[in-house]
T-cell receptor, first 115, second 114 residues
Framework: DAGVIQSPRHEVTEMGQEVTLRCKPI?????LFWYRQTMMRGLELLIY????????DSGMPEDRFSAKMPNASFSTLKIQPSEPRDSAVYFC?????????????FGDGTRLSIL | DQQVKQNSPSLSVQEGRISILNCDYT??????FLWYKKYPAEGPTFLIS?????DKNEDGRFTVFLNKSAKHLSLHIVPSQPGDSAVYFC?????????????FGKGTLLTVNP
């Protein structure tokens, strides 16, 4: 079975450019999560969706960040304009439902570098 | 304010011996805990979990112990194998909350030496 698929795997771009990260969750999973991993803050939740609806976006750092889930098989995380401090590894994860006993399955991440 | 803390950034053990990874939490509302394992250039993968109604959960070589009064949990790997070398993340959540959210520790790098 295909796991969570993220693209691109690596992105290097210049400050001020728009960045779009993509995620395809596991088929049949109803919950989708976006995380950011940095050395300073570790792995932190940015936003999560349940049945394509954003439930909690309190982790989104600022208005430059936005996330959408237009359908059950696709989500995007957009940064506009990007800044060097946005450099991190961004993970997408999905689970059957948003319940604690349903483990989250992670993609392999997008390593983002903003110059 | 770090609600889930893994105070050892790294741990090195010999193959065949026991690995003990520790995790402390401060939020008394947390009642469900998970361990994830992460290899370089891959996403974290779920390993084992425990509910606060238990104090131990075992799955093969992996056992998680929970001490609620101390707000402490640990992951035991016995026997340790070189393939267990990875970063281990502890995570916690409030299963009864209206908002499902995992809070992760910063991870412990385990190295198992042959």
């Amino acid at each position: 079975d295909a796991g969570v698929i993220q693209s691109p795997r690596h992105e290097v771009t210049e400050m001020g450019q728009e960045v779009t990260l993509r995620c395809k969750p596991i088929s049949g999973h109803n919950s989708l999560f976006w995380y950011r991993q940095t050395m300073m803050r570790g792995l932190e939740l940015l936003i999560y969706f349940n049945n394509n609806v954003p439930i909690d976006d309190s982790g989104m750092p600022e208005d430059r960040f936005s996330a959408k889930m237009p359908n059950a098989s696709f989500s995007t995380l957009k940064i506009q304009p990007s800044e060097p401090r946005d450099s991190a590894v961004y993970f997408c994860a999905s689970s059957l439902t948003a319940m604690s006993n349903q483990p989250q399955h992670f993609g392999d991440g997008t390593r983002l570098s903003i110059l | 304010d770090q609600q889930v803390k893994q105070n050892s950034p790294s741990l090195s053990v010999q193959e065949g011996r026991i690995s003990i990874l520790n995790c402390d939490y401060t939020n008394s509302m947390f009642d469900y805990f998970l361990w994830y394992k992460k290899y370089p250039a891959e996403g974290p993968t779920f390993l084992i979990s425990i509910s606060s109604i238990k104090d131990k959960n075992e799955d093969g070589r992996f056992t998680v112990f929970l001490n609620k009064s101390a707000k402490h949990l640990s992951l035991h790997i016995v026997p340790s194998q070189p393939g267990d070398s990875a970063v281990y993340f502890c995570a916690a959540t409030n299963s009864g909350g209206s908002n499902y959210k995992l809070t992760f520790g910063k991870g412990t790098l385990l190295t198992v030496n042959p």
